[in-house]
């Protein structure tokens, strides 16, 4: 019997369509297909042995049927959604979802998990990018995706508290009736889950205003791994007695608890919002620009990004989505908010003529209505779909001082020549942040080989981060030693084995190996 399963992440839909045998023991049902069977490309880099963990059986089923009536999926084509993530890039063989409602039914799983020493893999809106949120062998699914409420809403202090599987779109709905917006928005907004977000310690596209979730998260309420609560939802914006607790369950990526509900404070809903979208001839103009922007437009400024030609192309192609500007090297979209319409236009205004009289900007377009200012943050937003129209992607999430960040898309096209499709930058360049992405028809070993570590080598040269916003998950844990120390990776892997000694959250992912580190 083999209980090991070999590269599960690099099973893009073109090759399982080219493969049929290995589509079919990845779908076909638990009684045809028996166990994960391996997979035999990238046996080296992607190769994990299945934990001793118990297999779930007739009375597991029964039990949870039980507890969650209606709401544990056990039919095939019911469960086959959240073993797949939305890249259609890993696939998991979990035989049972879970549907929890409150904390309490997720505390009596996890217990009855925990005594059963049964795996378990919680997920939210299954929108992330590198393999945490799937099963990796037989791990019961347990989804967030009813537990929807909104507990509370302080219209004071615009301080919100909900339950884990909030939609971040929904929640962004309700508080700007009150008059607030949520601190973060992404472009998965009406897919993923605020527990999700959280858990992930997501970035996005208001950071740069609002600064990241460990700031605007206040409390959280957490289901550790033999069931027990963690009942931290405090609503204050200063506590300062003890360990902050929070901390260590923000990023964690479900590895050390489940996130059932949410305080976060919501920033007021400006009045007053402004989009610049812009061409620059070259990245040593989009740094000047950012610089003149900060500058210019100090306490307005609310995001600052930027695409390469090639993003236009793929979106322009595949999207038919238009450009107002044509024709420019890269592009830059600026936000301005704030809660005087005249003051933020003129300053605004100042900018973009400063701008245009330097050189910095050849070409560019203003946006004040709701309606073109969405049509211009699609153009950013939706890089992403358009680039799964290319084939094969491969998606790394970097973090590199501003003024080497463009320096790796250069080197990566030059190390990888026509092996390579595509290769693309964008990104949140005010926080640093870099999407780099690289497309081919289908996925190939060699180039992968070609493209990894040396990603990963080069970040640490600059003393950048191997993961962004985006996390871990199962495709990037065997490369922390890029962005940490032994001794913090050791550190990691001793608060994990004092939270959940018998390793069933989400196991296989955000951290490598205990032996291979010499944890005992």
């Known amino acids: 019997m083999l209980d090991y399963i070999i590269n599960k992440v690099f099973l893009g839909i073109n090759v399982l369509r080219g493969w049929r045998g290995v589509r079919e023991v990845l779908l ?92 378990v893999n919680p997920q939210g809106g299954n929108t992330g990018l590198v393999g945490g949120s ?91 791994a033999d069931g027990s609560v963690l009942d931290c939802l405090t609503s204050l914006r200063k506590d300062n007695t003890g360990y902050d607790l929070k901390q260590l369950f923000i990023g964690s990526e479900g590895t050390l608890g489940v996130i059932t509900a949410v305080s976060i404070l919501c920033p007021q809903k400006p009045k007053a919002v402004n989009v610049a979208f812009l061409g620059c001839q070259s990245f040593a103009k989009v740094l000047e620009t950012f610089t003149t922007c900060r500058a210019m437009l100090g306490e307005i400024l609310s995001a600052y990004e930027f695409m390469d030609e090639k ?37 605004l205004n100042n900018f973009l003529e400063q701008a245009m009289a330097s050189g910095l900007v050849t070409d560019g377009t203003v946006a004040t209505d709701d309606k073109k200012i969405k049509r211009l943050w699609s153009l950013r937003e939706r890089i992403t779909e358009a680039l799964t129209h290319e084939g094969y992607v491969y998606k790394y999430d970097i973090s590199l001082p501003v003024g080497k960040l463009y320096d790796l898309v250069d080197d990566m096209r030059a190390r990888l020549g026509q092996s390579a499709k595509n290769v693309v930058g964008y990104g949140h360049l005010g926080d640093g942040n870099l999407h780099l992405n690289i497309t081919a028809e289908s996925y190939s070993h060699s180039l992968l080989d070609a493209i990894e570590p040396f990603v990963y080598e080069w970040t640490a040269r600059c003393s950048g981060s191997i993961s962004a916003e985006h996390g871990l998950g199962f495709k990037k844990k065997q490369f922390i030693q890029y962005s940490k120390p032994r001794g913090a990776v050791v550190l990691m892997q001793q608060f994990k084995a004092m939270l959940d000694p018998k390793g069933i959250l989400n196991p296989y992912k955000t951290l490598p190996s205990a032996p291979e580190w010499g944890l005992c």
């Open 134 to 224: 799937v099963p990796v062998f037989d791990e019961i699914i347990l989804s967030t995706a009813l537990m929807n409420q909104v507990i509370s809403f302080d219209k004071v202090s615009g301080i919100l508290v909900c339950q884990a599987g909030c939609v971040l779109e929904r929640l962004n709905e309700y508080v700007e009736e009150q008059g607030f917006i949520m601190p973060l928005d992404l472009g998965a907004k009406g897919s993923c889950h605020i527990g999700g977000n959280v858990a992930t310690n997501a970035g996005g596209l208001r950071l740069l205003r609002y600064g990241s979730l460990r700031g605007t998260v206040l409390g959280l309420e957490v289901v550790l």
């Open 28 to 119: 076909k049902p638990p009684a045809a297909r028996g166990r994960c069977r391996p997979h035999a490309m990238s046996a080296e880099r992607y190769a994990v042995r299945r934990l001793p963990f118990a297999r779930l059986g007739e009375r597991d089923v029964a039990f949870f049927e039980r507890l969650l009536p209606g709401r544990a999926l056990t039919a095939q084509e019911e469960v086959k959604p959240f073993n797949v993530d939305w890249l259609k890039s890993v696939r998991g063989c979990s035989q049972l979802v879970l549907k929890p409602q409150t904390t309490a039914e997720v505390s009596q799983v996890l217990r009855y998990c925990y005594e059963k020493n049964l795996a």
């Open 311 to 347: 993003c236009m192309e793929l979106v322009e192609r595949h999207l038919k989505l238009s450009s107002p500007v044509a024709d420019s090297p890269f592009y830059v979209l600026i936000e301005t908010s704030g809660s005087n319409s005249s003051h933020d236009e003129e300053k």
